[in-house]
Every structure is written in structure tokens, then in C-alpha cells.
Nanobody, 113 residues
Framework: QVHLVESGGGLVQAGGSLRLSCAASRNIVSVNAMTWYRQAPGKQREWVAAITGVGMTNYKDSVKGRFTISRDIAKNTVYLQMNNLKPDDTAVYFC???????WGQGTQVTVSS
């Protein structure tokens, strides 16, 4: 079983930036992908970004060009750099091992207009 801890959320104005971190208790290249999801109030959890074991990345269309997923293998940590944030990005952001196999506790991101 893997333990994931997210950090880096907060309150930011529209157009601002935040960097989320997800520290894993296991080697992050041993899994097929590390992923970020988010869940806004009253909405279903949705996938946001992924980085595969070989380092390929993919993004939800609405965040392409604004969000960047990356990783530090030595630290077993995955990051989500979020730029040009919009109020619609407000949600609890979750890190996932694989495609939902294990979850962190989530970190709140609030973007004010």
C-alpha cells in the first residue's frame, strides 16, 4: 500500500499561480502513472493531469497550456504547477497512485475572481 501526501494548496487571485506537491511512500517510477484529479463542490471528481512511468504527460483540455505536471524521482514526489488560474479551477486537488488505485487526502485550491 502506498501513502500519498499532497501540499501546496491555498487561496489565490485569478491569474495567479500555485504549485502542488504529492509525496509518495513508494518509488513513483514503479507505477504506470501518477495522476492529479480535482473535485469541485457538488461535482464529480475529474482527472486533470498524468505523468507515466516513462515521463510522458497528458492533460485535461481545459488546463492545457496552464498546468504542468512533473516529478522528482529521487524524492518520489510529483508536482502540479498551475499558472493563470481561473475561478473554475477551484476544487480539492487529489494525487493518485496510478489511475485511482490510492489517493492522498487532498489539498484545497481556491481561486478568487
Amino acid at each position: 500500500q502506498v501513502h500519498l501526501v499532497e501540499s501546496g494548496g491555498g487561496l489565490v487571485q485569478a491569474g495567479g499561480s500555485l504549485r502542488l506537491s504529492c509525496a509518495a511512500s513508494r518509488n513513483i517510477v514503479s507505477v504506470n502513472a501518477m495522476t492529479w484529479y480535482r473535485q469541485a463542490p457538488g461535482k464529480q471528481r475529474e482527472w486533470v493531469a498524468a505523468i507515466t512511468g516513462v515521463g510522458m504527460t497528458n492533460y485535461k483540455d481545459s488546463v492545457k497550456g496552464r498546468f504542468t505536471i512533473s516529478r522528482d524521482i529521487a524524492k518520489n514526489t510529483v508536482y502540479l504547477q498551475m499558472n493563470n488560474l481561473k475561478p473554475d479551477d477551484t476544487a480539492v486537488y487529489f494525487c493518485s497512485w496510478g489511475w485511482g488505485a490510492s489517493w492522498g487526502q487532498g489539498t484545497q485550491v481556491t481561486v478568487s475572481s
